[in-house]
T-cell receptor, first 114, second 115 residues
């Protein structure tokens, strides 16, 4: 079956632009995570959804970052007024079993802010 | 606050030899521990997890890990390494539930298995 998909796969934004990154989780997966992965580092947790509820957004680095999952399926991570330090790979993962379940990761969106 | 340490950036091992990739953690409450692997040009994949029960956990591709509460460690092991095991390995921890859903990954260890 289909895995987790993310779009776009690559995004180049000029500093100050707004971007929107999309995640399509595996159908039926209740849990959805967003991570930021800088080059050569491990993924850093951004936020967690259980269905449409955003239960943890403690990892969002600033109020320029916003995530939503309005119908409990597709999720969008929005970054306003992008800065160079936002350049990273943004990973989405979904899971059947909450935070203790196996996470299935998408391929990521590589964001480059120039 | 939770944290994960992977003290080795790189581990080199000869094919057929046993391998160990080290992980130590710090967490409030009960730890829930995971190993993920990232192959070149592929997404992160789940290997195994410890939630409760037997301290020795077996996972995909012949890997296993041992939870050691006194040493706060969760080292990944395999009895006989394959060249195809060469990849980037991440240890992760969460305490889930009432403490929040923050999921913390370590910095990663690059495993190279030499033929």
């Amino acid at each position: 079956g289909a895995g987790v998909s993310q779009s776009p796969r690559y995004k180049v934004a000029k500093r100050g632009q707004d971007v929107a990154l999309r995640c399509d989780p595996i159908s039926g997966h209740v849990s959805l995570f967003w991570y930021q992965q800088a080059l050569g580092q491990g993924p850093e947790f951004l936020t967690y959804f259980q269905n449409e509820a955003q239960l943890d957004k403690s990892g969002l680095p600033s109020d320029r970052f916003f995530a939503e999952r309005p119908e409990g399926s597709v999720s969008t991570l929005k970054i306003q007024r992008t800065q160079q330090e936002d350049s990273a790979v943004y990973l989405c993962a979904s899971s059947l079993g909450g935070t203790l379940g196996e996470q299935y990761f998408g391929p990521g969106t590589r964001l480059t802010v120039t | 606050a939770q944290s994960v340490a992977q003290p080795e950036d790189q581990v080199n091992v000869a094919e057929g030899n046993p391998l160990t990739v080290k992980c130590t953690y710090s967490v409030s409450g009960n730890p829930y521990l995971f190993w993920y692997v990232q192959y070149p040009n592929r997404g992160l994949q789940f290997l195994l997890k410890y939630i409760t029960g037997d301290n020795l956990v077996k996972g995909s591709y012949g890997f296993e890990a041992e939870f050691n509460k006194s040493q706060t460690s969760f080292h990944l092991k395999k009895p006989s390494a394959l060249v195809s095991d060469s990849a980037l390995y991440f240890c992760a921890v969460t305490h889930g539930g009432n403490y929040g859903q923050n999921f913390v990954f370590g910095p990663g260890t690059r495993l190279s298995v030499l033929p």
